[in-house]
């Protein structure tokens, strides 16, 4: 595909896909969603991390597109929704992790972008909310559900009736962000996250993702009960064996997803 509104990156086994509309400050609208939903299904076996940010110096995405929502239907919303939220899910379900780096404005869709990542930095210029009650309506890429479930009920409705735009060290200190780094620094800060996590068994750093993503909506009992079975199923792969013999023989592992 010949993306004209992402950049598609690859170095080894770490991806890199970056909204880049830059002026239009990286607004998402129909069109880079399908270039990101292309990009996503294009993913290699062997890539093992995805990073996500925004081109330009300005915004990782400053929202949905509103010269294009402007004038669309109720059912026309509809659709565009559920095309932002299959998006979000496919980056959600990734068996690997994700990584957003936030370089500037994550408003609206752009904040909801960054929570279907695993891990969100943010350099000190970034600026986040969902301020969509100021047009009138919601967010619809699943930003209402996505902030409940990470920052409770009462916060997130606080950032949803009050269209606040949280600084970074705001957004850290409630815990919608990691870690806030110079904005010279963010994509440095975070490769050498996606690094650590390069080194360390495929298959188990997946297991590990499901079994959080799956079980954070069961009980105690249930999601116990997936952890048990994730444990016991990685017994059965060459990179359990080869992760055990490198550590009694004190040498680095040499995983190979098997």
Same mark, same amino acid.
């Given at each position: 595909?010949?993306?004209?509104?992402?950049?598609?990156?690859?170095?080894?086994?770490?991806?890199?896909?970056?909204?880049?509309?830059?002026?239009?400050?990286?607004?998402?609208?129909?069109?880079?969603?399908?270039?990101?939903?292309?990009?996503?299904?294009?993913?290699?076996?062997?890539?093992?991390?995805?990073?996500?940010?925004?081109?330009?110096?300005?915004?990782?995405?400053?929202?949905?597109?509103?010269?294009?929502?402007?004038?669309?239907?109720?059912?026309?919303?509809?659709?565009?929704?559920?095309?932002?939220?299959?998006?979000?899910?496919?980056?959600?379900?990734? @068996?690997?992790? /994700?990584?957003?780096?936030?370089? !500037? $404005?994550?408003?609206?869709?752009? *904040?909801?972008?960054? #929570? =279907?990542?695993?891990?969100?930095?943010?350099?000190?210029?970034?600026?986040?909310?969902? @301020?969509?009650? /100021?047009?009138?309506?919601?967010? !619809? $890429?699943?930003?209402?559900?996505? *902030?409940?479930?990470? #920052? =409770?009920?009462?916060?997130?409705?606080?950032?949803?009736?009050?269209?606040?735009?949280?600084?970074?060290?705001?957004?850290?200190?409630?815990?919608?962000?990691?870690?806030?780094?110079?904005?010279?620094?963010?994509?440095?800060?975070?490769?050498?996250?996606?690094?650590?996590?390069?080194?360390?068994?495929?298959?188990?750093?997946?297991?590990?993702?499901?079994?959080?993503?799956?079980?954070?909506?069961?009980?105690?009992?249930?999601?116990?009960?997936?952890?048990?079975?994730?444990?016991?199923?990685?017994?059965?792969?060459?990179?359990?064996?080869?992760?055990?013999?490198?550590?009694?023989?004190?040498?680095?592992?040499?995983?190979?997803?098997?």
């Amino acid at each position: 595909m010949d993306y004209q509104n992402i950049k598609f990156e690859r170095d080894g086994a770490l991806a890199l896909l970056t909204v880049d509309r830059p002026k239009a400050l990286n607004a998402l609208n129909s069109a880079t969603f399908h270039e990101m939903e292309h990009a996503l299904n294009s993913l290699k076996e062997d890539t093992r991390a995805l990073i996500v940010t925004g081109g330009g110096d300005k915004a990782f995405v400053a929202g949905a597109d509103i010269a294009e929502m402007s004038t669309i239907s109720a059912a026309q919303a509809r659709e565009f929704s559920a095309l932002g939220h299959r998006v979000f899910e496919h980056l959600e379900n990734l @068996p690997i992790p /994700t990584i957003a780096a936030v370089n !500037g $404005f994550a408003l609206g869709g752009g *904040l909801e972008l960054a #929570l =279907g990542c695993d891990l969100i930095y943010a350099s000190e210029k970034a600026k986040l909310g969902v @301020p969509e009650v /100021t047009l009138g309506v919601i967010p !619809g $890429f699943g930003g209402t559900q996505r *902030l409940t479930r990470l #920052l =409770g009920r009462a916060r997130a409705k606080e950032l949803l009736f009050t269209a606040d735009r949280l600084d970074a060290a705001k957004a850290k200190e409630i815990g919608l962000v990691l870690d806030v780094v110079p904005a010279d620094k963010l994509m440095e800060h975070v490769k050498a996250v996606a690094a650590k996590i390069l080194k360390n068994g495929p298959l188990a750093v997946a297991q590990a993702k499901r079994v959080v993503e799956y079980g954070a909506d069961q009980d105690l009992r249930a999601a116990n009960e997936l952890e048990r079975q994730g444990f016991a199923v990685l017994f059965g792969s060459e990179d359990q064996r080869e992760g055990m013999a490198a550590f009694l023989a004190k040498r680095p592992a040499n995983f190979q997803g098997k």
